[in-house]
Structure formats: structure tokens, C-alpha cells
């Protein structure tokens, strides 16, 4: 556990996001220290996706700011998420299944040759990738079959785990990961999990969309509750429990804002 | 990932070699430097606007139906060109660019538009044969311009216009895998949203490649009124067949995102040996067209059972 | 620039009796009015020429004209002549290069009281207008016959003969007819050289099937080429060029497409020309024109028993070079008095 003192590395303020007349995102805001596991929790339709698309620049917020290590930024494309240091894995569209795992870690990204004239013809230095895709995926201990085969006939874990670790190799320093165990099974999601658990000692922050509490209170440090498109509360692991989470989910017990308004109605 | 479809490689030569020895048991006479040449020709032209068509297929685009038409304009260019009595390379550089023209206003009208590249390009064939019968209906070289000189010149004993046919699959099939551009299109292909997600802009992709892929088609123009004789508006609707199958049994996924382009030359090598074998045989063209028809149905068949399986 | 002021004057003298068409709307109803319906294959310019040269003649008679196009497919051309009889035209041309439908037109139209003049390819029901086929392909065969027997003394490699299958008869009638023709000068070439494939009438389609031919027959050297019509002997000409084997190729063609202009290949040693442009003149000479004025003569429907017979010109690649090119043969039978028919004015082998 890490101490937030320094400057967040991410903090969103007061997004909003509307669809038309439809209201997504009402006012969601959230702060990821440096190093740290930050969940982000909620009903489906609580926004929660939509938050996730505003910070990887899928899509654009109607209103608020963003600040990656205390700098404002704008994020229209997921380029410019990238470029802030914000990798997001998605669970179905994470990787390319008809190229190799070491293309698919590169894919974006891909070095170019260090020849001169091979650079002319825009050629890949695939040596230097193979290589260095192969001691990224050791430094995780992710272990699939090669990282020469199609991505196709790999499983759930070992994808999501290449998903993960790709955005180690590029440097990020931020990574988003939403629903990362869905379809996994017990085996599976465990290595996943330790993954995500290594990234932390690698000094890299995550943001985990789940479902399953257990999980989530085994691997991050704080949580974010959201509920009708607001971030309504934000717990610190140590000090809550899952029954209080569910509850800020449900709406059983109110948010924070809620608590404080009803503090503020009783003197009255 | 080097030797990708390496399988496809063998079994296209296979049953190429197959073919070509089942003829010549039949006829001795098929093994000549005359068949050699006759299908050298054939393939020449099919091979290049096979380059536009995988390029297309393997970025996701499917297919570019558009391709008579735009052979045919570029074919025109070339023609009025070397009417104008200009020299060779402005001659080619035209019909290039003329190609690489109409693919840009498909991808404008696709990109643009946000319609299914197939429909469009089927679409802007109807559109541009009709524009193109207004524009002219009987266009030829004229003899013995140089253009026409290279449509009848041999180089080691091929056809002239199959040596760049060669050297333009050899390069391609080189830089498609091994280049930072060949390899985002290809991840386009196989995976659009994946591919979207890391950065990669699927519009430039499309324009990149329905630009180029028309560069190929306005380059087999060349090719094509070098060779043709007298043409006509719609006398490229005949090829379209031939080159979809060759991409198709070359490996050259249609659902996107796979492809050796080296295989190629086996394929429309294969293809372009079938009319031949044929006639060889005895058998007239209404049996040639059922075997194409065939050989195309098969091919889309092995295409989906390979995408089934996965293998790279 | 010639060209552009031309297409301005051809404009004007489309637009300026259009005018007078709009103003004189009132008297429609009495006017005459001829459907045409041209055969709409992008193959070849003379099906567009067709059209013009009636619109020309049917301006000239003060008649009312609609075109439509045949889009070369046999349901376009039974639903254009379904159009003229809601136009309640007096009368309709047509070619249909696709005669699948020509019974069902023949029998909407009689029904409608219509009469029809067709193009070359007979229909019972209908004037014809046209060339004798059979006939035209036994005279070119006769002239190819005449060269063989002077530079090969009869003795070809090969007869090559350039099918277009889709013609249906009028694709046997020329290259059967030319066949037919050539043995009569050259009696006695074995049946074993007379070989044929398919061009589909159209050099560049047909190049592949030329080239296949050729080294299916690897030591054929002379050779003689007949055909549908020009484009398909080209492509064997042109095929055999590319093989390296031309040196002594011979062909004659049918349609006189490719013999004129500065552009002919020099193995085509001969064609034979309809005038195909020119048809309108015989149409509304003898059919039309007699309708109009309430002569209505009687039909005549049969190749070989025609309402007007087209009479065909073979010519020599040498005699062809005095025959202007297919444009300006149209500018120049517009010109004629009427009735002069383009094989009065331009055939050197009358």
C-alpha cells in the first residue's frame, strides 16, 4: 500500500458526457496515485464504460477536465490517451488474431529498423521486437506458447495477460483494464491477477473495471463507487468491506454527496 | 510468421505441377515455349490487378469491384497519351496516376460516406462504365508506338510485360510483412477495432490502400492496352473473375488480415494454365468458364475453412 | 478545336428545332411519331450512330423521334417497346442484338397495331431491314479465298475462324458464310485445318482464347482468320503477334469496324462493310416514310425476302483506305439528298 501524497497521476474532474438528450455521464471524477490499483465499480448503465472510453480519448467528454500528473489534457483520440501514457485493454478488442504475439504487442508501435536504408523502405527491426517482447513477458512471468504463433488459439488469460504487458513494454504508466477476468477460468484469472499485481512493483498505476468484489479487494488499493452516471464514493480497501460496497452500489447506502446533503437537512 | 502459408504455397504448386504434367501426358506438344508464352501472358495482366485486389482484401476492404472500369480509364489515359506522341514513362505515370485517382474517390466516397466498400465499388463500375461509354466506345494504341512495341517484346524469352508483373509481386510480398505500413493494414484487416485502439487511423488506412491498390490497377492499364488490340468499355469485365479467384486461392484472406503475396504467382500461374490445359484437352470456352466458376467456389470454400482454423 | 465547334453546332441543331417542337406542342397529336430503339452494347460506336442517323432523317420529315437504349439485354428491349406503344409512336425501329425477346416485342406490338422494323436479326412479325448475313459472310470468304490461293496456293497451316457465340445465328451466317465462301476458291483444304474458339467478337476478349489456340497448334505458320467480325480476327492477329507468329497470318473481317483510319493492322488484309450507321436510310426509304404518308407496304420479314435489303461491300485493306472513317461518313450521308444510301456513296466494290 502507497501512500497518494505526490501529485495523482490521473485525476478526472467532473466529467460529463451526453448522447443527444440522453445523459451518460452525469459527474464522475476519480484520482489514481502513483503505483497504485484503483476499482472502478457499478450497476451496468452506471456509466462506468463510458468514464473508461473518456479516459482512454475513444470518445470525447461533453464537460470537465483531466489531468495526467497535474497537467491538463485534452484527450480526442485514443492516440492522445496513449501519448498522456494511458494504455486501456479491452476484452474482446485487444488483439489482432491473425498476427503473432510479439506483432500483436507491437502493433501501433512497431520499431522500425536501426539500418539506414531498410528505414527508407519503412522495414521492422523484428529481431529487436521478438526480443524484447520476449523479456517483457518474463519480467511478468506470462507464459504462453511462443510469441511467433497466431494469437488465435491462445486462451482468455494468456491474451489478456499479452494485452496487459504490452502496455509495460511501451512504457506506460497508466493501465486501464476493463472487466480483465470475465470470461476467465479460476486458474486463469489468477495469473491475470498476479499480473496486474506486478505491475504495481513495475510502478505502473491501474484502473480495474470488475464485477467481482472478492477480486477486487484482493488486488487494489482503493475503490470507486458510481451510480447514474456519478462517481458517488471512494473507499480505501483497508478501511471498508464488500458489504459497504455493494451497498454504495445498490444505492442502499447513500454516496457520499447524498450523506453530506442529509447531514446538512436534519439542523433544518 | 516467415514462411506463412507456406502450406497453400506447396498445395497451389502441387496441383499446378499436376495439371501442367496431366496436359502434357495428353498432348506432348503443351510443354512448348508457345504455352510458356501464352499463359505468361495471360497471367501478366491478371497478376498486377491481383496486387491491387489482396492489398485491398487483406486491410479489411474485402474487394474493390471497381476494377474493370478503373483499368479500362487508365487503359483510355494511356491510350490518348501515346496518341499525343509523349514518351513511355509519361505514358505509364498517366495511367498510374489515373488509377491511383479512382481508388482515392473510392475511399472518399467509402470513408466519406461510411459505406460498405463493396457496394461502393460495385456502385462507382456501374457509374464509371457508363461515364467511360460516354467518353469513348473503341480505343487503341496506335501501332507501333512504343507501348505497343512492349505489349509484343520478349525479354529472356518471356513476354516484356511479365517481368514487372514478377518484380512488382516480389516487392510487395516483401514490404506487405516486414514494413510499419503493410503491417498496421494488415492489422486493419484482421482486427479493426484492435487496430483502432493503438492508434492506428483506419480512414488513412483506407485511403493508403484504396490509392495504392488503384496504382496497380492503372499499371496493369498499361499492361492491358499494350497487349489488347482494339478495347472497349466493358472489355475488362472479364478479368475481375480470374483475379478475385487468384487472391482468394493465393491465401489472401477476403475476411481481412492474412496473406502471402508471393503466393500469388502460383495462383494466378495455376489459373492462368487452366484456359490453356483446356483447349489442349479439346474442350471449349463454355467448359472453361464452368471450371473457373468451379475453381472459384472451392477457393472461397478453402478460404473460410482456413479462417475457421485459424491457421496463419 | 474543330471537334469542340462541331459538338456546339451538332448541339444547336439539336436544341434549336427542339424549341419549335415545344412551341408546336398543340399540333402533336397529329404529328408523326417513330420510336427508335438502338442496340445499346458499349462494344461497338455504330449501335449510338444508329440512333443519331434516325433522329437526322425522322428531324429532316418533321416527325416526332424517341430513343431508347436496348442496353444490349432482351428485357430492356421488350420494355422499350412496351414504352412506344404507351407513347403511342406510329411506328418503331429497333435493333436487338439480343433476340431472345423479339418474339414477345413482335407480339405487343401487333397487338398495338405498331409495325416494327428490325435490324438484321429476323423476326416473322417484322419488317426487316438488313443485311443478308449468309451472304455477307460467302463475299468475304470469297475475297480471303482469292488471296490464300494467289500467296499460299490453297494451302494454309490453319483456317482460323473467330466465333462470338452469343450472336446466336447471324454469328453462323457470317463465319459459316465465310467459311462456305472460301471453299469455293479454295476447294480443297482438309477438314482437320479448319479450326475456330471464341472471341466474343471483341479483340481484347478475346485475346487469351487467340493466344491458347495458337500453341494448341504450335507449328500452324499460315494462316488464314475468319470471323464474326473484325475485333475477333483481331484478336487472333493480334495474339499471333505477341506468340511471334504473325509473319504469315492473313485475316479477313466482317462489319468493316477496323479497315478504316490510320490505325490498321496490317494482317487484316480485308473486311466487309454493312455501313451499319447508315440502316435509318433504308428503314424510312422503304418502310417508314411509306407508313407515314399511309402507303403501308406489306410485310416483309425474312433475311432472304426483305422490306430492304443492305447490300454488303467487301473491300480490301488497299480499297478501305478510300472509305472515310465511320464519323464523318455520318456527316456526309446526312448531307445526301435523302434516300442515298451510305453503300451508294462509299462502297468501292459496287
Redesign the interface.
Known sequence: MRETTTTPVLEARHITRHFGAVVALADASLTLGRGEVLGLVGDNGAGKSTFLKIL?G?ISASSGEIFADGKLVQLK???DA?DAGIE?V?Q?????????AF?NVY????E?SSNPLARL????D?RKMRSRAREVLDKLAVKIPSI???V??MSGGQRQCLAIARALLWGRRIVILDEPTAALGVRETGQVLDVIRDLRNHDVSVIVVSHNMQQLMSVADRITVMRLGRSIATRSVRDTQVSEIVGLITGAIPGDAEAEAAKLAIPA | MRLQGWGTGLTLLAVWLLLIAATGLYRPDFLSHQTVLAVSFTMSIVGVMAIGQGLVAISGGFLDLSQPAALIASSLVAVRLSEAGLPFAVVILGAVLTGMAWGFANAVIIVGAKLNPVIVTLATNFIGLAALYFAFQLAEVPLGSAIHQFGRAKLFGLPAIWWPMLALVLVVGFLIPRTRYGRRAIAVGGNRMAARARGISLKATRFAIFTAAGGFVGFAGVLFCATSGPFNPSSANALQLNVIAGVILAGISLSGGRGNFWLLLLSVGFLSTIPTALVFFGLSSDTQSIFQGLILISAVAFDGYRARRGTP | MLRISKRVIATMALTVPLAFGVAWSANAAEKFKLGMAVGGNTCCDWMKAQGDVARALAEKNGWDYIELSNNNDPAIALKNARIFAQEGVNAMIQFNGQPASNPAISQAMNAAKIPVVTYDIADPGMYFVGIDNLAAGVAGGEQLGKVIKEKWACNPDLVVSAEGAAAGIVNEWRTGGMRTGLKKICPDIPAEKWVSFESQGDAAVGLPAARDLLAAHPDAKKMAVVGLNDGGVLSLINAAEQLGRADEVIGWGQDGAFITGDNVNPHLAGSVFYFLEGYAVYAIRDVIAPIAAGNIPPLKAAADNPASRVEPCPVSAEQAKAVPAMAERVAKLLEAPAGTTAYSLFCPNK
Do not use: C, H, I, P
Request: net charge negative; aromatic share 6%.
Open positions: 482512454s475513444v483520440r485514443a492516440q496513449m486501456t479491452y474482446d478488442l485487444a488483439l489482432v488474431d491473425t498476427m503473432s506483432q502493433l501501433g508501435r512497431e522500425l523502405f519503412n522495414l521492422v523484428d511467433d504463433v497466431s488465435k488459439g
